[in-house]
């Protein structure tokens, strides 16, 4: 049982990836194995538009044709068994890299075929791990239609949101007095720690849904 976590957010260990790693012990705790991949670490573009997934009997067909660090990391999020994904919320969507791997992932699983087939030959458990400054609620209309577009072309999807997450361990040092410092604090000790375990929850769940339903075949 494959599990890949794919972190969307520039910083490796803040709140993002925290969520996220503990998405990925929840689900290794249940028997999976993988590891999680910083997309700003990796050299890559979104879709082009070569429409080389698309060309009959071309030999990218079905696959994304564009070479670079994303290849690799395509394959295995292609292969995985269980897929967690994590963005903080950059003006109101996911973070620009995010998108650009989710363009490159998805675009070469559809055709145009009235059919509407899709090209990849599995389907995947998926977890989607949101973080804001913004208060809970804001994005209630934002993560289901995030969370639909991977259902309708990954696997069952779920998600887990952060909000009102810890800026900056130091908030005097920038323009943002806006904020209650103490109670971003306490938040940071108190609610945190409930929404990592929320996202531990979520990673082993869906790694029991993958074992117990087996890789659904299309
Ligand atoms: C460029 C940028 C844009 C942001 N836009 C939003 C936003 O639209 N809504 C929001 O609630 N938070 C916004 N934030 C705050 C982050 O989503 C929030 O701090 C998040 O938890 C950061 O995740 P990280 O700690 O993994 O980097 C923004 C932050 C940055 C740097």
């Known amino acids: ?110 055709t ?17 791990f949101f973080t804001t400054n913004a208060p809970a609620g804001t994005y209630a209309k934002l993560y289901p239609e995030v969370c639909a577009t991977s259902e309708r072309l990954l696997g069952h999807t779920e998600y887990v949101d952060a909000s009102e997450t810890l800026q900056f361990t130091d908030y005097s040092l920038y323009a943002a007095d806006m904020f209650d410092v103490p109670a971003r604090k306490e938040r940071r000790e108190k609610v945190f720690p409930e929404d990592r375990k929320k996202a531990f929850e979520l990673g082993k769940k869906l790694a029991e849904l993958s074992r117990n339903t087996g890789a659904a075949a299309k």
């Open 1 to 110: 049982m494959k599990v890949l976590a794919v972190n969307g957010s520039p910083r490796k260990n803040w709140n993002t990836a925290m969520l996220l790693d503990s998405a990925l012990d929840g689900a290794k705790s249940a028997g999976a194995a993988g590891r999680r991949v910083d997309l700003y670490e990796l050299d890559y573009k979104g879709c082009t538009s070569c429409f080389g997934c698309k060309l009959l009997g071309g030999p990218s067909f079905g696959r994304c044709a564009m070479r670079d660090d994303l290849t690799e990391i395509l394959e295995e999020a292609i292969d995985s068994d269980i897929l967690l994904l994590g963005s903080p919320i950059y003006f109101n969507d996911v973070t620009g890299e995010m998108r650009s791997f989710l363009e490159r992932l998805y675009f070469p699983d559809i």
């Open 112 to 128: 145009y075929n009235k059919s509407r087939e899709q090209l990849y030959p599995k389907k995947r458990q998926v977890g989607w």
